[in-house]
């Protein structure tokens, strides 16, 4: 619905003069564009229509008031937003943008340096050593990897791009991020969309200080925010379909070891922020050879395999429990051992996981109450029952339930690597992830013990 027919009042105090070259009878009632509006005082200023029409406190109920009328104590910036301060006495107008408005506008800046960031870009990658380590090892590794390699050529020019633009916007005299961290970086972005078979392989040609890419974080030495201001404007850090893009080129080449047809799979690289570049010849033999003897390569994040279980509250066993318990589930006052007693069995895993899995995790509230080891398992009827000890100082004690299903039963492997002292990573942390197999539906009795997550023999 147009903004004229809803809100005719507040439509007339629109700005006469100074919203031009805008169709102000187009604007719809929900429109975030920042215009201009003069109350019947005089007063100017910028706001949107959608909370123009908005019900603030302020406004003490009246949608036509005026900010510089009724509003003490607020900031209002020059973009418009406002910020409403107790300690101000006085409605102030500031000339500067607010902080989520200046990133927007510092990260249009960059986009737009981006293009004209290729040849340096490009010219980086040339005279790296690393780039061309890493390229020499998947020529080897991975099959099909000329034909995959102007894909990945094009996400090391764009994320290269991107840094160089950053540079070039804030007058930097070198990257925001070393040069190793930011290509080791693209190297895991390129691991995670090849084929699992080769990743190991080529995870020794990632060096050691490689960065970390995420959806709203881009690492660096500049502004946290800039990720999550790229993402606004759709730039993709991880390019999510650059996956995709991989995997349709792999298969057609499998398909062509049959049929010799067709060419390879077109990819639009038009709408994802791609720069344009020239490709250089490059000399895979070649590089620093002595930077290279220094290299480092990036551990593999440990892989754990584990089960997980989840209790419920405290109640009585049945009276037939085959582990001779008075009482199952979870009791914060239980010691280490009463609870891994209340909590080892009886439950319907597949005794495959079970010889597979170096530690169980016992969960309580999607949280992790207990983690102890495995040494062996007992059969019981309709289910088994899990020997070993609990681990009473694991890290992972207390932290979140990493293989989070629906399912009180779960098989899977942990990836990541776990922070002293239980903290929880932050950005700039590698943190712990599950790859989660969900078991098969529990045994029917479970339905009844619902409460108390646990199989029933």
Not at 84 to 93: I, K, M, P, Q
Request: glycine fraction near 6%; charge should be neutral; include cysteine.
């Amino acid at each position: 619905m147009r903004f004229k027919d809803k809100h005719p009042e507040l439509f007339r105090q629109l700005h006469p003069t100074r919203n031009a070259r805008i169709d102000l009878d187009s604007i719809t009632n929900s429109s975030h564009e920042m215009l201009w509006w003069r109350c019947p005082l005089g007063h100017e200023w910028r706001d949107t229509p959608l909370q123009r029409r908005s019900h603030a406190t302020w406004k003490n109920g009246d949608l036509t008031s005026c900010l510089y009328c009724v509003a003490p104590g607020c900031i209002v910036h020059s973009c418009g937003h406002r910020q409403f301060r107790h300690s101000e006495s006085t409605f102030r107008v500031l000339a500067h943008p607010c902080d989520k408005c200046e990133i927007k506008e510092h990260a249009h800046l960059i986009l737009d340096a981006l293009d004209d960031s290729a040849a340096a870009a490009v010219r980086i990658l040339d005279e790296s050593p690393l780039y061309t380590f890493f390229c020499g090892r998947a020529t080897d590794a991975v099959e099909w990897w000329e034909e995959i390699f102007p894909l990945v050529e094009a996400y090391f020019v764009r994320m290269v791009s991107l840094y160089v633009a950053i540079a070039t916007v804030e007058h930097r005299p070198t990257l925001s991020y070393s040069t190793s961290s930011v290509l080791g970086a693209c190297m895991l972005r390129i691991l995670d969309a090849l084929p699992q078979s080769c990743r190991e392989e080529m995870h020794s040609a990632v060096p050691e200080d490689a960065g970390h890419f995420r959806e709203k974080y881009l690492p660096g030495r500049h502004d946290s925010e800039i990720g999550w201001a790229l993402k606004k404007l759709g730039f993709d850090i991880l390019d999510t379909p650059l996956h995709d893009d991989i995997e349709r080129r792999v298969q057609f080449c499998e398909q062509q070891r049959f049929s010799a047809t067709g060419e390879l799979p077109p990819v639009d690289l038009a709408e994802r922020h791609y720069p344009n570049f020239t490709r250089l010849r490059r000399d895979r033999e070649s590089g620093a050879l002595s930077e290279l003897r220094r290299f480092r390569p990036k551990q593999l994040p440990p892989r754990i395999s584990a089960l997980r279980v989840t209790l419920g509250e405290s109640s009585p066993a049945d009276t037939d429990d085959p582990l001779g318990r008075t009482h199952v589930g979870y009791s914060p006052d239980l010691t280490p051992q009463e609870l891994w007693e209340r909590g080892r069995g009886v439950w319907k895993f597949r005794a495959d996981h079970v010889a597979a899995s170096t530690i169980v995790l016992m969960v309580y509230d999607k949280t992790i109450v207990l983690v102890a080891s495995i040494a062996g398992l007992t059969l019981h009827r309709g289910g088994l029952a899990i020997l070993g000890e609990p681990l009473t100082d694991h890290l992972l004690i207390g932290r979140p339930d990493p293989l989070h299903t629906p399912n009180p039963l779960a098989y899977g492997v942990i990836n990541g690597e776990v922070e002293r002292g239980g903290r929880e990573p932050g950005p700039r942390h590698t943190g712990v992830s599950g790859a989660v197999r969900t078991l098969h539906p529990p045994h029917p009795q479970a339905r009844r013990a619902a409460a108390i997550s646990r199989i029933q023999p």
